[in-house]
């Protein structure tokens, strides 16, 4: 017989400001792929009619035979089990974004879908540096903290879908007012904004000369502390430090709860390299309960986060293997 | 073909001061059981010496024909993976206590072993309330505050076997001494020994009149401040709210992890009932992510925690279920 088609899945990855959708082999190899504006701040309805337009282009794609056995999405605020995604934020798109029926609509398919953070850890998993991991959890560190939890080779989702929401355990009871609603949310403290708001305590607390003082709140990015840390800027150095001790603290509660192999850290925060991860991993080591010091590894992400379509993509896969 | 003999699993609960040993059938009735003294404070040698007389001693009970297919035990500190008991407190048997081993050597069968409170949540999922769960939390909150983790209907275990320490999550940087070395640890606030010593400070910081300033440390239990509490003491109503406020806030963070169904409460302290789960909810729900908010429930232990054998005879039937 004659094998001239590919198995692959659609994989859609849909952030804040572009999505990124592709054809994914189970080798997570990318056939073909494409990316487009998401227009989070226009109606759904438009992001529906735009989302058809590209997946119907992306499929008459010439020169590539295959068989689509399944669909992957990941999005932000995306609840594996109801195929909703619930509240999102920075998106204008209402407070239940019935995403898996709208997909379902443009291709008849088995769909699967869980929010970004947990797509990456799957795309850990399956394609990136977790090959052959059983237990470990994935930090997204960007504007917010995302987080997925890998157990016995499984994303724990939970009773409800919505399981691992790292970026909502408490530091401080009266802390700072996070997106949520909630006080003293880790994301405020560890995440690139959360950063940004330790520099501009310190700027306020401290009269320390500091390259920092020459950027407004919604100018500086994690670029900048980044690089004013590496240039000695005692301000950016001493932020780093605090964002590192606090979010160590929280990793050793992480290893209390579910005792992984390692933590994969991915986004614009973890970049910073030795800076950031060194102190990180001291305070971890420092909260650790006895059985659990010098035991837990603590990575920067490589391959999946340049490829945001292999998390969604090694959900379908996962998902499709579970079903046969 | 006569059916004469009854399956049965071999469980032992060893707790600091009495050790339990019985026969359990698949549905969890202790057809034979016996208690003797553990003494934790003599050498591990004479333990070893004085189980194998009593499991000699129940397995020659008349009267009952069973074949024994494996073993459970439950034991403080007890590695699911390396069969050992890992520096337990209050136990004189030295550092790495190879259970596992010496109970091979005297009845050679597949044994099972964890640590108490894992044992415990394997119990309520077979045996007791948690029948039909699939994903919760227990904690033991007696002199520590011991835990364990059920995930889609399996024991959260780690990569080394030690998962599930809620006990040493931090309340505090610079908290409480607790007996691990830590500082701040939850279970120097949420247990029976952590509402004592709040009960301290309370009656050290206040000038308020109190049932309480008639009792040293030493003498002080769980029960008097229940009874102070129950009567309208201050210090004592004072101190279950603390108590109550602290858990419930580290709950709201488990929960941002696992996303359990329900949380179950064994133990001297939630034995107080609505003085103490009261607040403990609201404090729960107060810290909650949104996503979470109403939907986690809170019991209070009723059918294991009057049986500690049911917990290791959970775990082996699990086991040998799983091997088959």
């Not at 407004?216 to 950016?236: C, R, V, Y």
């Not at 973890?270 to 990575?299: C, D, H, R, W």
Request: net charge positive; aromatic share 8%; with cysteine.
């Amino acid at each position: 017989m004659r094998k001239d088609k590919i198995d692959v899945v659609l994989a859609i990855d849909i952030g804040g400001t572009f999505t990124k959708i592709g054809l994914v082999d189970r080798n997570g190899t990318i056939l073909s792929s494409h990316v487009f504006k998401t227009e989070a701040k226009k109606p759904f309805t438009d992001f529906k009619i735009l989302l058809e337009k590209e997946i119907r282009k992306l499929l008459s794609t010439k020169g590539i035979r295959h068989t689509i056995l399944g669909i992957g999405i990941g999005a932000p605020n995306a609840n594996y089990k109801t195929g909703a995604m619930e509240n999102p934020p920075n998106f204008r798109w209402g407070k239940e974004v019935p995403l898996k029926d709208t997909v379902l609509q443009i291709i008849d398919k088995s769909i699967y879908i869980t929010n970004d953070a947990n797509a990456s850890a799957l795309g850990e998993l399956y394609f990136g540096m977790a090959k052959g991991m059983k237990n470990f959890v994935v930090l997204t560190l960007g504007t917010g903290l995302g987080s997925g939890i890998i157990n016995e080779k499984k994303l724990v989702v939970g009773e409800y879908g919505m399981a691992g929401e790292l970026g909502h355990v408490n530091v401080y009871p009266n802390g700072r007012e996070c997106n949520c609603g909630l006080k003293g949310c880790l994301e405020t403290y560890a995440s690139v904004t959360g950063i940004k708001r330790t520099v501009f305590r310190l700027l306020s607390d401290s009269k320390e000369d500091s390259i920092l003082r020459n950027y407004s709140f919604d100018d500086l990015t994690g670029k900048e502390i980044s690089e004013a840390a590496l240039k000695g800027d005692n301000i950016a150095l001493e932020a780093f430090q605090r964002t590192a001790k606090i979010l160590g603290s929280k990793m050793a509660d992480t290893v209390a709860h579910l005792e992984p192999e390692a933590f994969i850290l991915t986004g614009g925060l973890s970049k910073a390299g030795e800076l950031f991860s060194q102190p990180l991993i001291q305070s971890m080591e420092a909260s650790l309960f006895n059985a659990y010091k010098g035991k837990i590894k603590v990575f920067i992400s490589k391959t999946v986060s340049n490829d945001a379509i292999l998390g969604p993509a090694a959900l379908a896969w996962q998902e499709l293997a579970m079903e046969n």
